[in-house]
């Protein structure tokens, strides 16, 4: 390479990052596939569950359910236990696992996805949301995508590095397909599996997200997730709020952290998963009688509060309650995520925040309130502020109030990691993660 064209190298470009084999690109686009057609499959068992618990079909799952007994809601509640709990139960004794957890693979650079038993406890844990559990239906989707990625790139005998990107790029590719959310996706692969925004490493991460999302439209709705009223322009009130918002979210993200950690680390084994699942679900089927939004991965709780209507009390108690009912679940074994439970938590957070406020500085209650909640709280939860910050922005399809919300995510971010270093995805995980070169480092190594 000649003096002059050396000189022209972008410095955030490492050429010895900046090509990747022409394999690998290939692999990306089948990824892309998979993730897509795994979103859509496992969307396909949700539904199909739903409407047959509570003859679900469109609009709010909550609403479904609320309109039937509270007998058959207490049932069906309990119904998800058995299944939940047995099915677990079935899975640890004929495989030993539940096909593998992506994060520690990439983080810790070993270990294997197995993608048939991947799929398998997907549909579990989708069946576990669809039935009421208080537990994101993503962590399947992602998982599957993260799986097809293992078995690609081991069956074409990718090096270890690229594997562990190729694994990322696939579980933000099913995190996109099934919230199509192409750009957060991809920033979710890099920002929690490879730690990094390395511009040769986020490339394959978009596209992988945008194959998966446009493959995910032959069956899911392209769309936002969130209907949010037109909001005004941010006001200095609003980025007073957001700015005093943020260390509040900040230590309510590390105590939620501490939350899911326990819960975590005290999960039944054995026999003990049928007895805890089934008392777990059935009490919060009691509790849901008075507040359906609890039931589901908290879509539905998340939209109650984006429409700036709900009542001081009625915010104070889910936003004591969700966390709660999503730290029970999963302390009763229940397998699924935390991405859609974290957010709607923030949202109910961020709007009761914003009842408080407008007795100090009147004005109306809107939206935004509990759009930077949800931003600030989400963001500072999985460690990931630019992730958190598309997210919203991608899920609402408003970016009106970006400014604000950064001064609320960059606060919460700030302040949660001073209490504590851990995430909700490193929570979970029974080993802490390893000392070891970040993504970009391996890569530059091969």
């Not at 993730?35 to 199909?48: F, I, N, T």
């Not at 969130?226 to 941010?234: D, E, G, Q």
């Not at 007795?359 to 109306?364: E, L, T, Y």
């Not at 970040?438 to 091969?446: G, L, M």
Request: hydrophobic fraction near 55%; proline fraction near 5%.
């Amino acid at each position: 390479m000649s003096s002059q064209q050396r000189g022209l190298e972008q410095a955030n470009v490492p050429p010895r990052l900046a090509d990747l084999p022409l394999r690998f690109w290939v692999l990306v686009v089948l990824t892309g596939v998979a993730a897509g057609l795994g979103a859509m499959l496992m969307m396909g068992v949700l539904r199909s569950v739903q409407h047959l618990a509570f003859g679900y079909r469109s609009g709010e799952y909550s609403t479904a359910a609320s309109k039937h007994s509270d007998v058959r809601l207490v049932m069906v509640l309990a119904i998800g236990g058995l299944v939940t709990g047995a099915g677990l139960w079935a899975i640890h004794r004929l495989a030993g696992e539940n096909g593998g957890e992506p994060t520690e693979v990439v983080w810790s650079h070993t270990g294997r996805l197995a993608l048939g038993w991947t799929l398998v406890t997907g549909v579990l844990s989708e069946v576990t949301v669809a039935l009421g559990g208080s537990i994101g239906r993503e962590a399947a989707p992602q998982r599957a995508g993260a799986a097809a990625g293992d078995f690609l790139g081991h069956r074409f005998g990718l090096p270890s590095n690229q594997l562990n990107l190729l694994i990322a790029c696939g579980a933000g590719a099913g995190l996109a397909a099934v919230y199509d959310v192409p750009f957060a996706g991809a920033l979710f692969a890099m920002e929690i599996y490879l730690g990094t925004l390395s511009l040769p490493l986020l490339l394959p991460a978009l596209l992988t997200s945008a194959i998966a999302t446009a493959v995910s439209w032959l069956t899911l709705p392209d769309r936002a997730v969130y209907i949010v009223p037109k909001l005004a322009s941010p006001t200095l009130s609003l980025m007073l709020f957001a700015l005093l918002l943020g260390p509040f979210m900040g230590v309510a993200s590390a105590g939620y952290v501490r939350m899911i950690a326990w819960a975590s680390d005290h999960r039944p084994k054995g026999r003990l998963l049928l007895v805890q699942s089934l008392l777990v679900f059935t009490a919060l089927g009691f509790v849901a009688i008075a507040y359906p939004l609890l039931l589901g991965n908290g879509v539905d709780l998340a939209q109650f509060a984006f429409t700036g209507s709900a009542s001081l009390l009625a915010l104070l108690a889910l936003t004591i309650l969700k966390p709660v009912a999503t730290s029970a679940c999963l302390r009763s074994g229940a397998s699924g995520g935390l991405f859609t439970p974290t957010l709607s938590f923030g949202a109910v957070f961020g709007a009761l925040a914003g009842h408080v406020w407008l007795m100090i500085w009147p004005g109306p209650m809107t939206a935004s309130y509990a759009m930077l909640g949800a931003a600030a709280l989400l963001a500072a939860a999985i460690e990931a502020p630019l992730t958190g910050l598309a997210m919203v922005i991608e899920l609402t399809r408003n970016v009106t109030l970006s400014a604000p919300m950064v001064l609320a995510v960059v606060g919460a971010t700030l302040i949660s990691r001073r209490l504590d270093l851990r995430s909700i995805y490193s929570a979970r995980l029974s080993t802490p993660r390893p000392e070891s070169a970040t993504p970009t480092e391996a890569v530059a190594e091969q």
